[in-house]
């Protein structure tokens, strides 16, 4: 069993759309994130969720909207995707927010064409 | 917004040889985990440091916690293939937090 699963693995899409990425993780974890890794191999934080609510959110365009209906579930909605969205998205979940071992999905590799 | 920068950014190296990564930073951190990441995969943990000062050791990988919580290390002692990889410092603030560094990428070649 896939600890912290996201689908789809791969999106290609046109500028203009829009698009969601989905999380899921089975550790019975409280909190989950959203990381853009860009081209470069540089990780970064988007957002934060613990218990279902909002608890970090970057200085990320409001085009990226998370949503999580359970602890279990992350998922990220894009609208009006640009080239500049282009990277890989990777979903993690982790026991609680303080510096807790992340457990990370496989990651989404988003091409905006 | 706290900044990580690892040292080496890219690093290739011999099987047997020897090998250290730093990650450096002006801001204190409460704690510090170093991931390892490999290709079309999610970074994987392979240590959190939280004191000051701390080393710990993971079979051939050691790693140390600077005294300030500002700096960490880890060292690779008689690298093999296998250790090649992103290798990724991840630093916590008190609020949860987390920055991660710039990555170094190491290759050991047989």
């Known amino acids: 069993d896939t600890a912290v699963s996201q689908t789809p693995k791969y999106l290609v899409t046109q500028m203009g759309n829009d698009k969601s990425i989905k999380c899921e993780q089975n550790l019975g974890h409280d909190t989950m994130y959203w990381y853009k890794q860009d081209s470069k191999k540089f990780l970064k934080i988007m957002f934060s969720y613990n218990n279902k609510e909002l608890i970090i959110n970057e200085t990320v365009p409001n085009r990226f909207s998370p949503k999580s209906p359970d602890k279990a579930h992350l998922n990220l909605h894009i609208n009006s995707l640009e080239l500049g969205d282009s990277a890989v998205y990777f979903c993690a979940s982790s026991l609680a927010l303080l510096g807790t071992e992340a457990f990370f999905g496989q990651g989404t590799r988003l091409t905006v064409v | 917004t706290q900044l990580l920068e690892q040292s080496p950014q890219f690093l290739s190296i011999q099987e047997g040889e020897n090998l250290t990564v730093y990650c450096n930073s002006s801001?204190?951190?409460?704690?510090l985990q170093w991931y390892r990441q490999e290709p079309g995969e999610g970074p994987v943990l392979l240590v959190t440091v939280v004191t000051g000062g701390e080393v710990k050791k993971l079979k051939r990988l050691t790693f140390q916690f600077g005294d300030a919580r500002k700096d960490s290390s880890l060292h690779i002692t008689a690298a093999q293939p296998g250790d090649t990889g992103l290798y990724l410092c991840a630093g916590y603030s008190n609020a949860g937090k987390s920055t991660f560094g710039d990555g170094t990428t190491l290759t050991v070649k047989p």
């Open positions: 801001s204190v951190f409460s704690s």
